[in-house]
């Protein structure tokens, strides 16, 4: 899942994506209107965190741009302001959900991941293939009932991985959905975190790279 923090209150903004990396999120930031609209012109998100006071192009004008274009980003709007006329305001201009400042963390995070799969297809929360199981709602990963200790970014490919249920996920799309903005494909990341990832899975091999087009995981159980 990938997702667009517009924050003008740089700690603010760090902390919340930080949070949401920290649970296998792909996160970039935005300090303002402008720069949140073009970094949404170039890439694609699931959800936008989007800061409705912003400096700039307000955060009420970055709403409307994202439903005018019916891009299929779902909106979570914060605000310091919490009233139920802001909250009937905000939601008017077609954000999805509204949180008021300040919030706990772990409320954000559930927002964050219900907005998240109404932006894509309706997928089971618990993904198995190849005697792997992966419980995407307690971040867990187990295989043939061993359980597997995996870093955030290792559990972010095999996700994407299980989820596109055994067809071929090319290396550049693993780096749009799993990794941040400015990283290159060119870069070891990828074959670095598949490379762990394969290891702790074990033996038989699951992961296959197909030559010239990418990875999917196996249909074959061990």
Do not use: N
Request: proline fraction near 4%.
């Amino acid at each position: 899942m990938r997702v667009l923090v517009v924050e003008d209150e740089a700690f603010l903004a760090e902390m919340i994506a930080e949070g949401l990396r920290r649970d296998a999120l792909a996160v970039d930031v935005a300090g303002d209107g402008l720069e949140a609209l073009q970094k949404m012109r170039f890439g694609e998100y699931d959800v936008l965190v989007l800061d409705r006071d912003l400096p700039g192009v307000h955060g009420d004008d970055v709403c409307r741009q994202v439903v005018e274009q019916r891009l299929l980003t779902r909106i979570l709007m914060l605000t310091a302001a919490g009233t139920v006329r802001d909250r009937v305001d905000g939601l008017g201009l077609g954000a999805d959900d509204y949180l008021a400042k300040p919030f706990a963390y772990d409320e954000l995070l559930a927002r964050v991941l219900a907005l998240g799969r109404r932006a894509r297809p309706a997928l089971p929360p618990v993904l198995e293939r190849a005697g792997i199981v992966l419980d995407t709602a307690r971040r867990q990963a187990s295989r043939d009932g061993r359980h597997l200790q995996l870093s955030r970014k290792e559990f972010a490919v095999l996700e994407t991985l299980l989820r596109a249920e055994g067809a071929v996920v090319s290396g550049e799309d693993l780096i749009e959905q799993v990794w941040e903005e400015h990283t290159s494909y060119r870069t070891s990341a990828v074959r670095v975190t598949l490379s762990k990832l394969r290891a702790k899975l074990g033996e038989p091999p699951v992961i296959e790279t197909v030559p010239g087009s990418g990875y999917r995981i196996t249909s074959g159980t061990s």
